[in-house]
């Protein structure tokens, strides 16, 4: 199993941070970075926005690019391509697919650049 060491700053700030700055490039995320920020964002807005849902559409619009991207990065982390996130059309199947694409650990470097942990045997 591979262990995973510093290198990139796997906090829930620096997680956030990457979320909201790294969503105009097509690099990679780490698994931290996409779970973290899937946590952060379904409790916030599941707590604050549950009951008004006119501040639940404009947060789900307001993130709707980040989302995408951070899944996509996630993705290019395992070495799958983007259009992975077409099995979210096929309901049950299609949603375990993803789960099991966004729990995998990250790849040495792939076709989408080199990780941004340091990944050791």
């Known amino acids: ?3 995973h060491t510093d290198g990139f ?5 620096a997680c956030l941070k990457s979320y909201w700055t790294e969503y105009v490039g097509w690099g990679r995320a780490t698994r931290s ?3 973290w920020s899937v946590l952060f964002y379904v409790f916030l807005a599941s707590a604050f ?3 008004n849902e006119a501040l639940g559409t404009l947060w789900a619009i307001i993130t709707l690019v980040p989302n995408f991207t951070v899944r996509v990065r996630r993705l290019h982390d395992t070495g799958h391509s983007a259009w992975n996130l077409l099995w979210n059309l096929l309901p049950i199947i299609g949603w375990i697919i993803i789960l099991v ?3 995998q650990p990250s790849t040495p470097k792939n076709q989408f650049g080199s990780p941004r942990i340091k990944i050791t045997k």
Do not use: I, P, R, V
């Not at 700053?9 to 700030?13: E, I, T």
């Open 33 to 35: 970075e996409y779970w």
């Open 49 to 51: 926005f549950g009951e």
């Open 101 to 103: 694409y966004m729990c």
């Open 1 to 3: 199993m591979a262990k």
């Open 9 to 13: 700053n796997n906090s829930l700030g």
